[in-house]
């Protein structure tokens, strides 16, 4: 809910089970404030994502990226690349990547979809224009590329849906950056449950590591 330097922050566990998962709470808090803290994130621990299997995606009946491409524009051959054998190693390597992240899918392969990130997926429609080529097959995103330039503006328009009736009063959102308030101390906890519940709602995950509560 907002960045802190490290010296006023301080890290809980979120699953006894599994040490190493742990979310940044502000030091400064009342042993009675960390105590309901805890509680409260160990309780959600499920809304932090560790891994690409965790996050499950945005439904793309809520939203869905469009590429805004001149139909008019005829398409142009690009040279072929030649790439040096350990070049293409790398390449592969990061395509396996992607695509165990569900990242990205083989164009045409019809395969039900699978959503990786959290992210928002791409159009049907526009797929194909997202397509690249390698040596092994023809790639395209499943999933918007946060490198696209409008990529930014759907996902503001994504949180400034999900949290219209929070904004300007319990959150304030900028893109993925999200600040949840609350004008006295003991509306705080009420209010992160609230945004919790929206998150879930909407499928969305947080990244532990850019995350500090209280």
Known sequence: ????????????????????????IGSRLSPEEKVELTTFLQSNKDMFAWSPSDMPGIDPNIICHRL?????????????????????????AEIDKLLAAGFIEELLSFKDAYSGYNQIMMHGDDKAKTSFIIERGTYCYKVMPFGLKNAGATYQRLVNKIFKEQIGKTMEVYVDDMLVKAPKRAD????LTESFSLLRQYRMKLNPSKCTFG
């Open 1 to 24: 809910e907002g960045w802190k330097p490290e010296e006023d922050v301080e890290l809980i566990p979120l699953d006894p089970d599994q040490p190493d998962r742990k979310a940044r």
């Open 68 to 92: 805004h491409v001149n139909p008019a524009c005829k398409p142009v051959a690009q040279k072929r690349r030649n790439f040096a054998p350990e070049r293409v190693a790398i390449i592969e």
């Open 188 to 191: 705080h906890i009420g209010n």
